[in-house]
T-cell receptor
Framework: DAGVIQSPRHEVTEMGQEVTLRCKPI?????LFWYRQTMMRGLELLIY????????DSGMPEDRFSAKMPNASFSTLKIQPSEPRDSAVYFC???????????FGQGTRLTVV | AQSVSQHNHHVILSEAASLELGCNYS??????LFWYVQYPGQHLQLLLK??????LVKGIKGFEAEFIKSKFSFNLRKPSVQWSDTAEYFC????????????FGTGTRLQVTL
């Protein structure tokens, strides 16, 4: 398996634009997590899904952020409109069940100017 | 809610020195514990994990960690570090037996000098 695949790897966008980050979890994994990493706040869980259903979105910073998982092999994290303070590395991770570790993707480095 | 404290934010060691990174967690129930490593510009990779059994856990690249329940600690150790161990190290905890989220510590940046 190729691991968790995220795209794009880098995204530079202007303030106010919509940004969509994509994630393909490892095949067969039933949990998918979105994390954000910044220097100030470290790694924060934004939202996670189980069997494509959002379970906990308490980490989503505000209504500008939304996440979907239309099927077991694809998830998106959307920011609309984007702001400079959204600049961070966004990681997607997946796991099989609760008894195993999470595998992380390479991350998307988002810069909002 | 769980929380994780990593006391050392930045550690600088010479090659061949021994390493110990502290990790303490706050949670009253049974936990699963993890150490992840993030090499510069790369994603997080699992170093080792503790679910149950022997509290001394051996991971990849010569790392080990010891779970001391009475101290709520899960310190990471390596007897002799290498330059290639330069990275950021994250301790993480989750409630055992559930699909609850991983809570990460703020990370420790390890710099190994030649």
């Amino acid at each position: 398996d190729a691991g968790v695949i995220q795209s794009p790897r880098h995204e530079v966008t202007e303030m106010g634009q919509e940004v969509t980050l994509r994630c393909k979890p490892i095949s067969g994994h039933d949990y998918l997590f979105w994390y954000r990493q910044t220097m100030m706040r470290g790694l924060e869980l934004l939202i996670y899904f189980n069997n494509n259903v959002p379970i906990d979105d308490s980490g989503m910073p505000e209504d500008r952020f939304s996440a979907k998982m239309p099927n077991a092999s694809f998830s998106t994290l959307k920011i609309q409109p984007s702001e400079p303070r959204d600049s961070a590395v966004y990681f997607c991770a997946s796991s099989f069940g609760w008894a195993t570790e999470a595998f992380f993707g390479q991350g998307t480095r988002l810069t909002v100017v | 809610a769980q929380s994780v404290s990593q006391h050392n934010h930045h550690v600088i060691l010479s090659e061949a020195a021994s390493l110990e990174l502290g990790c303490n967690y706050s949670y009253g129930g049974t936990v699963n514990l993890f150490w992840y490593v993030q090499y510069p510009g790369q994603h997080l990779q699992l170093l080792l994990k503790y679910f149950s059994g022997d509290p001394l856990v051996k991971g990849i690249k010569g790392f080990e960690a010891e779970f001391i329940k009475s101290k709520f600690s899960f310190n990471l150790r390596k007897p002799s570090v290498q330059w290639s161990d330069t990275a950021e190290y994250f301790c993480a905890v989750k409630e055992a037996g559930t699909a609850s989220k991983l809570t990460f510590g703020t990370g420790t940046r390890l710099q190994v000098t030649l």
